[in-house]
């Protein structure tokens, strides 16, 4: 297959996709010139510049998986991928360790204000008076966000012997407590905390997280922190904040618009500003591009991506467990899709035995595959089968329960439509697939 490189990704990364398919790295393309070769690729690779919009993703037909060489994929339109059957896959784990170290290369160099300290010395002066810098032992850190990355500060932070406080609405008080990390709400932690640092992921739910009247909350000379994305702070109130000195300082990584031409954060005081470098290092871009690369082989080859960002994200154990039945989910679709003689209006999945133990949305999105593939032109898989049938009136009904009567395992799909109801069952015994139908009149 065929695959596109349209941003720098570490060679370790095109060197492992390049054992399995053609590569070809095209840097540096306008949007009309990428929609005018992305119909020639399986596969496209890109980090965070390069904008994969719903007209992109139109125009790439062959396209089957679309790989983000990093955390978010705040640069791809996921609802158009989903709909037009396109895995996105990006790399969480890659470069944890490195956003990690830069955020707390930032808060050192904010807490001795070693950047101001190291210009003044190169212009000649010796003024040690003027940068009496503020040790971070016994102090607050309060980190928004606890996900990979922000765990991975809470323990480094630890080690500092500073108290961490965490504010995550997804995370238990049990899970935060695991890496020494109390759990408080957002308007709590920005009323404690010396040093404030973000660690969300971008878009609609994010942005502007923190403004003018969350900075009004934050301690007096209290340091803000952003590793995370660019817009999730209102850079106007941060900088009019730091004007004022009611804080102490802030080190930015990433910013709206970048590189931040017009940003009000340049002229502000007490800053320590890097052009969005939290990844940047050889490990983690070797990392980042080695998991990703991963991924999208993983999906041209016909298996479960482990970071699919629009599909349900399995564990290793219940990608294997359902893996012998995914086939034979397939199969009852296209079998109902045969017998059913109208449009059937409600689709029941009955899942029995041992797949019930399981997340069984693969079964079901594998069911409406085998259904929709022969009723639709479009591209059928298990990223956009749920859509499809939800826009064609669907409702889709999935039950579980351990008995499955004489069967280790039995799946059951049924549906009614003008008075008639269809029902397939099928089980998998030694490798091979068991079917059994019956049509009824009512």
Known sequence: ????????????????????HQVDVRLGCSPDELRSIIGDYDALVVRSQVKVDAALIDAGARLVVIGRAGVGVDNVDLEAATRAGITVVNAPTGNTIAAAEHT???????????????????????????????????????????????????????????????????????????????????????????????????????????????????????????????????????????????????????????????SPLLAAPN???????????????????TEVAAQILDVLDGRPARYAVNAPLLTPETAQAI??????????????????????????????????????????????RGLLETATTERVNLINAAALAKARGIIVVERKTPDAGPFASLLTVSGQADGETTTVAGTVALGATTLRTTTLRI
Not at 1 to 20: C, Q
Request: hydrophobic letters at 50%.
């Open 271 to 289: 800053t320590v500003l890097t052009p969005h470098l939290g990844a940047s290092t050889t490990e983690a871009q070797v990392a980042v591009a």
């Open 323 to 368: 893996a012998p039945f995914l086939p034979l989910a397939e199969i009852l679709g296209r079998f109902f899709a045969q017998f059913n003689r109208t449009g059937v209006r409600t689709l029941t999945l009955e899942i029995a035995g041992e797949p019930a133990a399981f997340d069984a949305s693969p079964l079901t999105a594998a069911v409406l």
């Open 104 to 262: 707390l290369a930032l808060l050192f160099a904010l807490a001795r204000q070693i950047p101001a300290a190291d210009a003044s010395l190169r212009r000649g002066e010796w003024k040690r008076s003027q940068f009496t810098g503020v040790e971070l032992r016994g102090k607050v850190l309060g980190i928004v966000g606890l996900g990979k990355i922000g765990l991975a500060v809470a323990d480094r932070a630890r080690g500092l012997e500073m108290t961490v406080i965490g504010a995550d609405p997804y995370v238990t008080a049990e899970q935060a407590a695991l890496h020494g990390v109390e759990r408080v709400d957002l308007d709590e932690l920005l009323a404690r905390a010396d040093v404030v640092t973000l660690h969300v992921p971008g878009g609609r739910a994010t942005r502007g997280l923190i403004g003018a009247e969350q900075i009004a909350r934050m301690k007096r000379g209290a340091f803000l922190l952003n590793v995370a994305r660019g817009g999730v702070v209102d850079e106007a109130a941060l900088a009019e904040a730091l004007a004022a000195g009611h804080l102490g300082g802030a080190a930015i990584d990433v910013f709206e618009h970048e590189p931040p031409i017009d």
């Open 1 to 20: 297959m065929k695959i596109l490189v349209a941003e720098p990704l570490a060679a370790e990364g095109i060197e492992l996709l390049e054992r399995h």
